[in-house]
C-alpha cells in the first residue's frame, strides 16, 4: 500500500458549503472554499498592460478584479450564471450581477468568509502582495 494513501483523492474529505446570512436577503448565499488551482487562474486574469514612466507599459495587478473573481467563483448559491437573476438586475454575466446584487459591505464580508473557509491565514493584503509577486 503506497505511503501516500491519506492523500489519494478518493481518501481526502469532501468540503462542504458555508452559508452566510445577509441581512438585505431572506435567504443566506451559500460559499465553497477554492482551490489554489482556481485561484491561480483568477490571479491570471487580473493583469492589465498600463503605461508606466516614459510610457513604457507595465503589468499591473487588479485587485478589484481578483476580489470580485474570488467571490463570484466561490458563490455557489444563488447561480450568479442563472439568466434570470441576472436579468433581474439588468445585467449580463456573473461578474456584473455580483456588482449589481451585493453592496460593498456585503462584498467584503463575502470576501471575509471565502478567505477563510479557503484556508487563507494572515492577512488578506499579504496574500494580495504574494499573488501580485507571482
Not at 22 to 39: K, N, Q, S, V, Y
Not at 109 to 123: A, C, H, M, N, P
Amino acid at each position: 500500500m503506497s505511503k501516500f494513501n491519506a492523500f489519494m483523492k478518493g481518501n481526502v474529505k469532501e468540503t462542504e458549503t458555508v452559508k452566510l446570512k445577509l441581512d438585505r436577503f431572506p435567504e443566506p448565499i451559500e460559499l465553497r472554499p477554492l482551490t489554489a488551482g482556481e485561484a491561480d487562474k483568477i490571479n491570471e486574469h487580473c493583469f492589465v498592460n498600463k503605461p508606466g514612466p516614459k510610457g513604457k507599459m507595465e503589468r499591473v495587478f487588479d485587485v478589484v478584479k481578483y476580489n470580485r473573481g474570488i467571490n463570484t467563483a466561490s458563490i455557489v448559491y444563488p447561480d450568479l450564471n442563472d439568466a434570470a437573476l441576472q436579468e433581474s438586475y439588468g445585467v449580463r454575466g456573473a461578474e456584473n450581477l455580483f456588482s449589481e446584487m451585493f453592496y460593498l459591505g456585503e462584498a467584503a464580508q463575502i470576501l471575509e468568509k471565502v478567505t477563510e473557509i479557503s484556508g487563507i491565514g494572515g492577512s488578506l493584503n499579504e496574500d494580495i502582495e504574494e499573488a501580485k509577486n507571482s
